[in-house]
């Protein structure tokens, strides 16, 4: 198999992960970084401590600055969170040889005005290259461990796989972009409502039922904006909200837990909490599902518990709503 140069920009704990799976299929692999110090410790030390302080990177791992480094490049993994992805795209296309694809990672969405935009359309409108969108379920310290996992590849072209595919990981390709971005964003909201079960003591029936629910409503919203069932019941959907909502080791289910303990949004994240994408996708979910006329109750009950609602009073409503009798 042809060995190919791929570029991973951001080297967050994602893209540090992404760039060892794509090393074991035998690439070669760049960073591309803003931060020049880090770039000078994966290059001459090996190691990227900030997010993993035992990790020893092969030497043939290197990171730039330089943009220059794109030009060569046979495909580029952007891995950093969605609400950055317009202003960094708009950075880097210059630099973008024309017809490399370009592969997403952010799992988000952004506010946008008359309607917020998942990451493949906001990137669309700004870099003419083909475009695939990788979603889990990985939590990136299974991957830096070479622990076995699975992944879906939003794409048309599924050679892609290619670039990552090896003897522990296995990559499913799709055509449903759309499917991918909506579970994408609404099990991170959900895997917050599943800390807060979890630190509040509420048990494993409610922690199920929520996830269930949840499962019905990413559904009901992918199939309204034109998604396709089988991508909500195969890894980037059922396998990510399982995933997600069931470990501390989930940014968005640890921010739940804090939550649950009585810290606010605000002290929540002047503390340094890791970014969690349900958070920041919250607002513009909600404002996309009243535009779609999508009842999403689970993710409207998290959004008023980080707004200070009672606990209570929010599960009170929750169970007295009608019970739908078929379907989603």
């Not at 799976?21 to 931060?35: E, G, N, P, Y």
């Not at 917020?116 to 906001?122: G, H, I, K, M, T």
């Not at 340094?272 to 996309?288: C, T």
């Amino acid at each position: 198999m042809k060995k190919h140069s791929i570029i991973v920009v951001g080297a967050g704990s994602f893209g540090t992960a992404l760039a060892l799976t794509c090393h074991r299929a035998h690439h070669q692999v760049t960073f591309l970084v803003k931060d020049a110090s880090q770039a000078d410790e994966i290059t001459h030390h090996h190691t990227n401590k900030n997010y993993f302080k035992n990790l020893a990177l092969p030497h043939d791992i290197a990171a730039t600055t330089s943009t220059a480094v794109l030009k060569n490049a046979d495909a580029i993994i952007v891995a950093i969170p969605a609400q950055l992805l317009p202003e960094s795209i708009h950075a880097l296309t210059p630099f973008i040889p024309k017809d490399i694809p370009v592969i997403l990672t952010s799992k988000g969405i952004i506010d946008h005005d008359p309607l917020p935009l998942f990451p493949y359309d906001s990137v669309k409108n700004i870099l003419p290259n083909p475009l695939s969108l990788l979603s889990g379920p990985n939590f990136a310290i299974e991957l830096v461990d070479n622990l076995p996992a699975a992944a879906s590849l939003a794409t048309h072209n599924p050679q892609l796989i290619k670039l990552f595919a090896h003897k522990t990981f296995r990559v499913y390709p799709t055509t449903d972009y759309t499917g991918i971005e909506v579970a994408g964003v609404v099990k991170n909201v959900l895997a917050i409502g599943c800390g807060i079960v979890e630190e509040r003591g509420l048990g494993k029936n409610a922690m199920a039922a929520l996830m269930a629910r949840g499962l019905a409503e990413m559904t009901r919203l992918g199939l309204a904006l034109g998604a396709r069932l089988e991508t909500f019941l195969g890894p980037a959907g059922v396998g990510d909200l399982t995933l997600t909502c069931s470990s501390p080791k989930s940014r968005n289910f640890s921010l739940g837990m804090k939550l649950a303990k009585g810290q606010s949004i605000e002290e929540i994240l002047s503390e340094g909490h890791p970014l969690s994408e349900g958070y920041y996708s919250l607002s513009p979910i909600l404002k996309l599902a009243k535009a779609y006329d999508i009842d999403m109750p689970l993710c409207t009950a998290v959004s008023d518990v980080i707004d200070g609602a009672p606990l209570e009073h929010v599960i009170e409503a929750l169970f007295n709503r009608p019970t739908r009798v078929h379907g989603f």
